[in-house]
């Protein structure tokens, strides 16, 4: 290679090192572009030798293996959301909202990157057994990119939030720690999903219609997944249940063809998500004839079924429903991607990493800081961080102990739990543990009676509330349907509160007086307005992994501040909201919401405090000062805002456009520069074409916390201009 930086005796910054760091990426951007055509033609030729039966063979998640070219078995079902799924032991990370909450591409990237070392190892040993099952492969369905443009939405958890920015930064950042930076191979393939505008309900998802405005289309469901593509390279998009504007998103010309491959320039494979193509005959009645389902599917340009149809494919070619052309161009993109992740080369690199990679110490630790970073703290009364061996703790709660609430949904087998009764009794000697409450009405009531008569004796309450991935989640149960709770149907909720019976609970516990913290388990918001200022401290601690009982304690007790911040609204009441079956942006997310929240978008609190001690802007440069005020060492969130001029329809009330995380030891200032672009400028007009607005743009700088810095404005005053008009 021409380049290597750790030979160049230079620093960070300097011009000559950021000269040297550009021609060195794009010598490798060159190199991995080259390696790519070379593994195109790989697939394409290999495609080219197989008959129609053959092919076929290869369009189906399980594949099969074609010994005379060296083509093995294969599955192509895989998940790793926030760790190696469903496949035995491995690290289990923050569940992704969690994850989303820490506001770092960083440690999404270092989160991915140690998932594809396990799911590596994991494969080159079922290899060796000549395993080749599901869960066992390297096509990874993971990021879920989605908007959570709903709190009633139980899949919610799996998403980045409510943002487009802040999920495209994350969801890319996770795409390129799965797919690595080697310049010949890829270590794991990503596939962002579910491709497109789909967040609920549930219930309805694979009958579905959601009728979208080009502009909420370009503007919310839609930049996300550009990025995944332009700037992530991601190998695989899965297709989403339901229908967009009367087309089913798996056989969708407009979104595959026209937007996906010939716009974006997309070259990774398409994959129905599963039993999606039965949809488009059972359920969108597209069409009666599940072999026009097949054919509409595959010329459409999905190459990959997770299902049952495309089975039928040998019928549907003897009807000219498809061309040989098509089969091959589908399975060519497919053997592209196995070449790609070196199943045609005995000497790949990546096929060296071991077992011995899976769930290490390392790894575990790494799981632990990513939760430490993306619990919130929504309430603090100076109660936190609490003092070791000063005081009597009680915990109490089903989901202390619950390790559904730890896991989030989508998860593989912990090699441990640290739970937070684990955690906590480890830090602090004199804790004692009760249940407190169930779902069945006698045996709650018994329970309840013990946490009373315990709480009597302790000085401070510890009280695990929230929900768990068995109760919201794709398609899941209605386990509190009734006496218990008040959930909605297949993992959806009907409202945002607590479960009946931890209300009681909470309520009973608040009148003894007691010193009382809130844990919280839940995928997304929850409604505590009616115990703000009547507990002491609220943890918003998501679904937050395997150990992350470690994490909550290490907060508890000031081992580490609290630095999470919300990536999504929590409102006040689910009746301020529109149904939930209406996907039209307005009255949605911070962005478009007109009425008081509980908390906003990007909230969070430490243990200490920021100070802007400096904020200028000159042309499209922000340079400002931020300073730790306080006694405490802190991560630090910078989120910057822009608010385009007003225009004769509605454009966002203000947009997030730059984020930044970094830490701050007492006393510390740092200075942080945002360049902007115009592209960090642009809106999007009713007919969805992309604009550049004359006018002043006002930007709000914003921690969440302390820093609230709106006097900074940009003057355009060239004419309005469109810089791109709608590709759908």
């Not at 007009?685 to 743009?697: A, F, H, K, Q, S």
Request: net charge neutral; hydrophobic share 35%; aromatic share 10%.
């Amino acid at each position: 290679m021409p380049y290597d930086l750790s030979r160049i005796r230079m620093k960070k910054g300097d011009t000559a090192y950021e000269q040297a760091h550009v021609s060195f990426v794009s010598c490798i951007d060159a190199m991995k572009k080259e390696n790519r055509l070379f593994h195109r033609e790989v697939g394409e030729k290999l495609a080219k030798k197989l008959s129609v039966s053959e092919l076929v063979s290869q369009l189906m998640h399980s594949s099969k293996g074609i010994k005379q070219l060296g083509i093995l078995p294969y599955n192509w079902w895989n998940e790793c959301l926030h760790g190696v799924a469903r496949a035995g032991t491995a690290t289990v990370f923050p569940q992704a909202i969690c994850m989303a909450a820490s506001f770092s591409a960083d440690l999404l990237f270092q989160t991915a990157e140690i998932i594809s070392t396990e799911a590596r190892a994991k494969f080159n040993e079922s290899q060796r057994q000549k395993d080749y099952g599901v869960y066992k492969g390297l096509t990874m369905w993971s990021p879920n990119i989605n908007i959570f443009r709903d709190p009633r939405w139980g899949r919610g958890q799996e998403t980045y939030g409510e943002d487009p920015y802040l999920t495209g930064v994350l969801g890319t950042a996770f795409i390129k720690g799965l797919q690595g930076n080697d310049e010949k191979y890829i270590k794991t393939a990503a596939c962002a999903k579910h491709f497109a505008v789909h967040s609920g309900p549930e219930s309805e998802r694979h009958a579905f219609n959601a009728v979208v405005s080009k502009k909420d289309m370009m503007e919310t469901y839609l930049p996300a997944f550009k990025r995944a593509v332009t700037d992530g390279g991601v190998c695989g998009v899965m297709g989403a249940y339901n229908c967009v504007n009367g087309e089913a998103c798996c056989a969708s010309e407009t979104l595959i063809k026209r937007l996906l491959r010939t716009k974006w320039g997309f070259e990774g494979y398409f994959v129905s998500d599963c039993g999606a193509l039965t949809d488009i005959v059972s359920h969108h009645r597209l069409t009666s004839n599940p072999l026009k389902g097949a054919a509409m599917a595959l010329n459409a340009g999905c190459d990959l079924e997770c299902g049952k149809y495309y089975r039928l494919l040998p019928a549907v070619y003897m009807m000219h429903y498809i061309s040989k052309e098509t089969l091959q161009e589908s399975a060519g993109r497919l053997l592209s991607v196995r070449s790609q992740l070196g199943m045609f080369d005995e000497n790949c690199c990546f096929h060296k990493i071991s077992a011995k990679h899976i769930a290490s110490e390392e790894n575990e630790k790494a799981a632990v800081r990513a939760a430490q970073k993306g619990i919130v703290m929504l309430e603090n009364n100076g109660i936190l961080p609490l003092k070791q061996n000063c005081q009597k703790i009680l915990i109490l709660g089903y989901n202390a102990e619950n390790e559904l609430a730890y896991l989030g949904n989508y998860f593989g087998t912990p090699k441990r739990f640290i739970k937070v009764t684990d955690a906590v009794k480890a830090m602090h000697a004199d804790t004692d543990y009760c249940t407190g409450y169930c779902y069945q009405e006698k045996e709650n009531a018994e329970m309840q009676k013990e946490a009373l008569q315990k709480a009597a004796d302790a000085d401070v309450i510890l009280l695990c509330t929230g929900l768990d991935c068995s109760m919201e989640g794709e398609e899941a149960g209605e386990l509190l349907k009734g006496g218990g709770g008040n959930l909605g149907k297949q993992g959806d909720r009907s409202d945002l509160d607590l479960p009946y019976v931890q209300q009681t609970l909470l309520e009973k516990l608040i009148q003894t007086g007691k010193k009382t913290v809130i844990l919280n388990f839940s995928g997304g918001c929850i409604d505590f307005g009616k115990y703000v200022n009547r507990v002491d401290a609220i943890l918003q601690c998501w679904y937050p992994g395997a150990a992350g009982g470690q994490a909550i304690a290490d907060i508890l007790f000031g081992k580490c501040s609290p630095s999470g911040k919300l990536p999504v609204t929590f409102y006040k009441d689910i009746r301020d909201l529109p149904d939930f079956d209406d996907y039209s942006m307005a009255n949605r997310t911070y962005r478009y919401f007109s009425g008081d929240v509980l908390y906003p978008f990007g909230y969070g609190l430490t243990y200490t405090h920021f100070k802007l001690t400096k904020c200028s802007i000159q042309d499209k440069t922000i340079q400002c000062t931020v300073k730790n005020t306080g006694a405490f060492a802190s991560d630090e969130v910078l989120q910057l805002y822009v608010t385009q001029p007003q225009t004769d329809y509605q454009n966002p009330i203000c947009s997030l456009i730059r984020i930044q995380r970094f830490s701050l030891a007492p006393n510390e200032a740092k200075d942080i520069i945002f360049n902007l672009c115009a592209q960090d400028l642009f809106s999007v007009n009713p007919d969805g074409d992309t604009v550049y607005l004359r006018g002043e743009y006002q930007f709000t700088l914003s921690d969440g916390q302390d820093i609230l810095e709106t006097d900074l404005h940009f003057l355009n005053g060239c004419q309005t201009k469109v810089i791109e008009k709608c590709p759908i």
